[in-house]
T-cell receptor
């Protein structure tokens, strides 16, 4: 079945460090890919998305490129801030399906 | 404010009780969802309604019953609560199957259910 695998956390970084959170997927169809962010005590917010191969989603300094050949959608940011501390979820949705399938989430902790 | 709103935000109840969680969206979306997030932050879809019609019904105990009186509301009723039901329950909505536009699914802020 369709699934998403994320790197285990927590990921602990110092402010201004480079961030990568790995995400790979398995899908029977041709999926759209998403990154959601959950700040403490809040719901999930869409961070960025990509709907076809080689698309790059970007928002708030975060980027991810849809790589069909490696079935990956890794999240990157060049310089993290303390305010980026949150749980990040990679997700996929196959065309015509209503089901958004999430990875297990990766907690990011940024220290001053 | 346009949003997905859930009530209550916190719910503490004893085993065996029956409780309901309510969700409303004013985004004009036609599809609504219930997700469960366990203590390890894992998110799993439970139910989905499209224009009041049940379209996703995952393997969930039949103690859980969703109800959608109209396309702006999706409630979750839980009978005979058990300790393992303790989790955060998120409501979400989307327009159609949710890939259009820049918003995908819009989530509520969650209901933290604690069964004691």
């Amino acid at each position: 079945g369709d699934s998403v695998t994320q790197m285990e956390g927590p990921v602990t970084l110092s402010e201004e460090a480079f961030l990568t959170i790995n995400c790979t997927y398995t899908a029977t169809g041709y999926p759209s890919l998403f990154w959601y962010v959950q700040y403490p005590g809040e719901g999930l917010q869409l961070l960025l998305k990509a709907t076809k191969a080689d698309d790059k989603g970007s928002n708030k300094g975060f980027e991810a490129t849809y790589r069909k050949e490696t079935t990956s959608f890794h999240l990157e940011k060049g310089s993290v801030q303390v305010s980026d501390s949150a749980v990040y979820f990679c997700a996929l949705k196959v065309d015509s399906s209503y089901k958004l399938i999430f990875g297990s989430g990766t907690r990011l902790l940024v220290r001053p | 404010d346009t949003a997905v709103s859930q009530t209550p935000k916190y719910l503490v109840t004893q085993m065996g009780n029956d409780k309901s969680i309510k969700c409303e969206q004013n985004l004009g979306h036609d599809t609504m969802y219930w997700y469960k997030q366990d203590s390890k932050k894992f998110l799993k879809i439970m139910f989905s309604y499209n224009n009041k019609e049940l379209i996703i019904n995952e393997t969930v105990p039949n103690r859980f019953s969703p109800k959608s009186p109209d396309k702006a509301h999706l409630n979750l009723h839980i009978n005979s609560l058990e300790l393992g039901d303790s989790a955060v329950y998120f409501c979400a909505s989307s327009q159609g199957s949710g890939t259009g536009g820049n918003y995908g699914y819009t989530f509520g802020s969650g209901t933290r259910l604690t069964v004691v």
